[in-house]
């Protein structure tokens, strides 16, 4: 992993580190960032995170669900008291479409002495109070995503830092890798309360592209889901003993394996109302999602 700062202003100097919770093409992860905004330098306004390629994937997400979190790190020692806790925020989802989704991030909890010691130097209590406006956005096809967060005003950010502000972003697993494998990209741009702005490029390299896309149950590659699909599959088995291109193709139940159950499930599929393979389904290309066994595709024409 690469990193690289451009800063604009010598007043407004955080810092930040992205993990991802794995780096494997194809796959989801969830993603993190370790962001410090030090003591007497200018708080932030916003942020905004790009990946170059992947996808952002929002099926299955609704209003209200949790998404992740932030946690903002205080030790702040003063000649009267050390203010020493963390103040939590839920990040939950208030809107979801299939390219965006936008969220906020809720303070829910605050620990140790640092409400009294906010509220000892002149802030209030952000409890139940909208931390961070958050919106996901999918670029299209797997040229990947963006992630934009604004400061809602209600923690202590603006102006010039009476101290440092070491903050944790950690989000559920959206954010699908590009299939294709290569190197993931990350930009994150933050801007100051002023408008200064700094950027930091991180490279990450994807492990194990997941290969050719296929469409599950074509065991013949010809592009179609039929009956003669299940008789290759026998044929293969039973009778001339070649094998098909794509295993991932013929493995028709998703079981892992390429067997005579391989056969009955798409004649069930296609004649009395089975249930159909799984993704990548008959006539949409795509890649293996389970991706728990040994079977790949050599060569797939169709796709």
Not at 219 to 231: L, V, Y
Not at 245 to 265: E, M, P, V, Y
């Amino acid at each position: 992993m690469l990193a690289m700062a451009t800063p604009c202003s010598a007043q407004f100097d955080p810092s930040v580190t992205t993990s991802f919770d794995n780096l494997q093409g194809g796959f989801a992860s969830g993603f993190s960032q370790d962001v410090l905004f030090p003591e007497g330098s200018e708080g932030p306004t916003s942020l905004v995170v790009q990946f170059d390629k992947g996808s952002f994937d929002f099926v299955g997400f609704v209003p209200g669900q949790q998404v992740g979190s932030a946690v903002i790190d205080i030790f702040i020692q003063t000649p009267v008291v050390i203010v020493a806790g963390q103040i939590i925020a839920e990040v939950q989802i208030s809107t979801v479409s299939s390219d965006t989704m936008g969220a906020v991030a809720m303070v829910t909890e605050i620990t140790g002495n640092v409400a009294a010691g906010l509220a000892l130097l002149g802030f209030p209590n952000p409890t139940g109070q909208i931390a961070f406006d958050v919106l996901f956005t999918d670029l299209p096809d797997d040229t990947g995503g963006t992630m934009s967060v604004t400061d809602a005003g209600s923690l202590p950010l603006t102006g010039i830092l009476d101290f440092n502000v070491p903050l944790i972003w950690t989000t559920e697993p959206i954010f699908r890798h590009s299939p294709a494998g290569g190197d993931l990209g990350v930009n994150t741009t933050f801007t100051s309360t002023t408008g200064a702005v700094v950027s930091f490029d991180e490279l990450f390299p994807l492990a194990d592209a997941l290969g050719l896309e296929f469409q599950r149950g074509d065991c013949n590659t010809d592009g179609s889901f039929n009956i003669a699909d299940a008789i290759f599959s026998l044929d293969s088995l039973f009778g001339s003993g070649v094998e098909g291109s794509c295993g991932d193709a013929c493995d028709s139940n998703d079981d892992g394996s390429i067997n005579i159950a391989d056969a009955i499930f798409t004649l069930a599929a296609l004649f009395s109302g089975g249930t159909m393979p799984a993704p990548p389904t008959p006539g949409t290309c795509g890649w293996d999602e389970t991706n728990i066994d040994t079977l790949f595709c050599a060569m797939y024409n169709a796709c």
